[in-house]
């Protein structure tokens, strides 16, 4: 039997951060239908037991699969850790069974994780890169990162996807109410945002700030105490689905002062539903928001800048729906889902992967 199956291995698509969302995109916009793909979870939300039977599950599966000699490719979503250590092993695996790779990378802080890795840890990430037959970036920025690594020419920049709603309205936007999605915790900014939110509340009574996300919520809560803000900010949770888009409908301005990034997709959907932001210039931010066009971008680290610009886009209703409009262009321009996928169709077909009803060479 000829090889002719991708498989693609990652965290679970239900569940929580960019990765599962990027996939999510993948599987809602007809990427599986286009491609034989197989995809295999290879980290689930749970307990400590769970989240090991899911990554020996995914083993189990993924040697079976390779020794049948269906595979073609393994397409890996990587970030940092324990996902490198995961993902790196799998791709081993297949390496062994004469397999092509993708190592696609998605977190932020990957650079950081190199550079405070010990050196038979480096010498690992470095060879697992290069021996990737294709190497995938977010962003211009991280692919010059990765062909520090990778084999000349196996670097591509794609994307994340971003699904684009038909129309978006304003109409249920809530005045002062600010907007944060992602893990909340010290990487993403979370506390120059109550410190920025200090700052703010005197200027603007109906202050309010929403955070979607796990991470450090008890200390946060406690931080917030603290600095006598408890009153304006709310904790959602980890929100999904029709919970998330109600969230971008309520807010006037989406807030991510992060330190590190890949490609946030919280950011790009906040974009895709016409939001004005306030954001910082890391990882493949800069790609997706250009300053005083999509968005404002600020200092990383910097409460009293994030302030101001936060209450420059609370004030000016104009400045906020043109940044908006703007915001909403730039996605349908670059991440749209058919501009997306289909750069990962053609990442495959160079692999040798063809689409459905598509003919090899020489048929």
């Known amino acids: 039997m000829s090889a002719h199956l991708a498989l693609m291995i990652g965290t679970d698509p239900v569940g929580k951060g960019g990765v599962a969302a990027v996939v999510s995109v ?42 049948s000699g269906r595979v073609s490719l393994v397409h890996a979503h990587v970030a940092s850790n324990g996902s490198f ?7 081993g695996l297949a390496r062994l069974f004469g397999v092509a790779t993708v190592f696609h990378l ?7 994780f190199y550079a405070g890795s010990p ?17 995938v970036g977010l962003s211009t920025a991280w692919a010059e990162f990765l062909a520090k690594f990778a084999q ?17 309205s304003h109409q249920r936007e809530e005045a002062g109410r600010l907007l944060f999605l992602g893990r909340a915790e010290q990487a993403k ?23 979607g996300g796990d991470g450090d919520v008890e200390r946060l809560r406690s931080r917030a105490a603290e600095l006598g803000i408890a009153e304006h900010v709310e904790f959602l949770g980890w929100v999904l689905g029709d919970a998330k888009l109600q969230q971008f409908a309520r807010a006037e301005v989406f807030v991510l002062p992060s330190f590190h990034e890949g490609l946030p997709m919280a950011m790009l959907e906040a974009m895709a539903h ?3 932001m306030v954001v910082t210039p890391v990882g493949g931010i800069p790609e997706a928001v250009q300053p005083g066009q999509q968005g404002l971008l600020v200092t990383p680290g910097q409460p009293q800048e994030l302030a101001d610009a936060l209450l420059r886009l609370l004030r000016d209703t104009g400045l906020r729906m043109q940044l908006g409009e703007r915001a909403r262009a730039r996605v349908a321009e670059r991440f749209g889902t058919e501009r997306v996928l289909g750069q990962v169709a053609a990442l495959y077909r160079e692999l040798g992967v063809q689409e459905f009803g598509a003919k090899g060479p020489g048929q």
């Open 106 to 112: 998605h977190g932020g802080g990957f650079q950081e």
């Open 274 to 276: 016409g939001k004005a």
């Open 119 to 135: 050196a038979w840890l480096q010498r690992w990430i470095a060879h697992t890169i290069a021996r990737s037959n294709r190497v």
């Open 26 to 67: 993948y599987i809602d916009n007809g990427l599986f239908d286009r491609l034989p793909i197989r995809y295999l979870s290879t980290h689930r939300e749970g307990s400590k037991f769970s989240k090991l039977w899911a990554s020996v599950n995914a083993t189990a599966k993924l040697v079976a699969l390779l020794a």
């Open 189 to 211: 900014g979370i506390f120059d945002l109550l410190e920025a939110v200090k700052l703010l509340a005197p200027l603007c009574p109906g202050l309010r700030l929403a955070i």
């Open 85 to 91: 250590l995961r993902k790196s092993l799998y791709l």
């Open 152 to 168: 000349p020419g196996a670097v591509r920049v794609i994307a994340n996807p971003v699904f684009l709603p038909v129309t978006v």
